[in-house]
Structures are given as C-alpha cells and as structure tokens.
C-alpha cells in the first residue's frame, strides 16, 4: 500500500523549526529507560550475583544511565558501587530491548582489573543486602526480571561470563 499522503507531510516536518520536530518525535515515540548488567565469573566459573533490599531474590548487578554516561561507564560504576569490585568491560554488550516496561537493558561481560580479586566482592550499598557466586547450573532463587534475563542468555548460548584473565596488564 502506498502512502503518498507521507511525502508531503514528511517535507512540512523537514522545513519545521528544530524544536518543533524534537516535540513531535518526543511526542510520537515511547520514553525508554537504559539500564545496564554486569555478567562476571570467578575463577571457578561460577556468576555473581546480588540480593537487593527492594526486590524478593537475587539478581545480576547493575543500574540505570546516569545523565550523560556513557553505558560502559555505568556498568563499571554500578559494580563498584554495588559490590565493591574494580571490573573493566570484556566485550561489546548484549542489547535488548522490552516493549513494557519501555526499557533498553544492556548485558555486559565484566573481568576483575588488574590488583582486584573476585573474592574481594561485597555489598557496598545499601541497596545490597548480600552478594554471591553461583554455579551457573545451580542458581539460586533468582527475581522475576534476573530469572528472565537468565533465560534469555541460556536460550542464546550467552551465559559465559568472561573468566578472570591471567594477562597482568588486565
């Protein structure tokens, strides 16, 4: 089906003030919120996860974009704010995207820097009541979204976290 009503409105939305086309496009496309997750293993294999103080089970560290971070920057901030842990990003994340809530969440594999050893994770936040390393194939009672998020990585072949790298320069 054509659409030819389209080609005059599209050059009016052109030729309009700035401004105006930022309301319109405000207007007419959903608000979403970017939220990061930290993936990382230890030595063993087995996956960090935390237990917040606002939600029933435990759950993959991380947070939501401060205003004008950089994501790879909130994954790491998130991770040494929640556990105390000193990580760098190990790859490109993960994106994926939920109609409801309107939210980009994007999963990142973590490595321990260089001086910093994956025992040394603890809760540093109040939002954390514990933190624990998991077998992957023993996980337990997660939240709802973690166990969603676990599903998703299992059902794609992407639950490895990336291991604790022996290059000293990590």
């Known amino acids: 089906m054509k659409r ?3 080609v005059p409105v599209l050059r009016l939305f052109g030729v309009a003030p700035m401004r105006l086309r930022h309301s319109i496009i405000g207007w007419s496309s959903p608000p979403f919120r970017v939220g990061t997750v930290g993936l990382i293993a230890d030595e063993a294999g087995r996956v960090l996860l935390v237990r917040h103080s606002y939600r029933p089970g435990w ?4 947070g939501m974009l401060g205003w004008r971070e950089r994501p790879a920057d909130t994954v790491v901030r998130e991770m040494r704010e929640e556990c105390g842990l000193a990580v760098r990003t190990a790859d490109s994340p993960l994106a994926l995207v939920a109609r409801d809530p309107r939210r980009v969440l994007l999963v990142y594999r973590l490595e321990v820097c260089r001086n910093a050893e994956a025992g040394q994770a603890r809760p540093s936040s109040p ?3 514990e933190v624990g390393w998991f077998d992957p194939a023993d996980m337990p009672p997660l939240s709802r979204p973690a166990a969603r998020l676990l599903g998703i990585l299992r059902e794609r072949g992407l639950m490895t976290p990336a291991v604790p790298s022996s290059d000293p320069g990590v």
């Open 4 to 6: 030819r009503w389209l």
């Open 59 to 62: 759950g993959f560290p991380g």
């Open 127 to 129: 939002e954390i009541l």
